[in-house]
């Protein structure tokens, strides 16, 4: 399943969030699409958690399957 464009830039908030806090930078808010997101140090394992999540509907597939129509026949 695609991710939206509000969820893509979300993901990439996070990550760049999580690229920080274990670099050692102190995040407090990440802001994005009008949302707030509030981190403080012991919030990695919550992060960690968040991006997997949209890591894995960005990989999941749908299941179910396409329905085709068949060739179209034109009695005369």
Same mark, same amino acid.
């Given at each position: 399943m695609a991710l939206s464009p509000a =969820? *893509? #830039? /979300?993901?990439?908030?996070?990550?760049?969030?999580? $690229?920080?806090?274990i670099?050692? !930078? /102190?995040?407090? =808010?990440? #802001?994005?699409? !009008?949302r707030t997101v509030k981190y403080n140090k012991g919030d990695i394992g919550?992060? =960690? #958690?968040?991006?997997? *999540?949209l890591e894995d509907k960005a990989a999941r597939v749908d299941d179910a399957p396409v329905r085709r129509?068949? $060739?179209?026949?034109i009695h005369l």
């Open positions: =969820e *893509q #830039t /979300q993901l990439s908030n996070f990550r760049d969030a999580y $690229a920080k806090l670099a050692g !930078g /102190q995040v407090a =808010e990440i #802001t994005s699409n !009008g919550r992060l =960690e #958690t968040a991006i997997a *999540q129509r068949g $060739a179209l026949h």
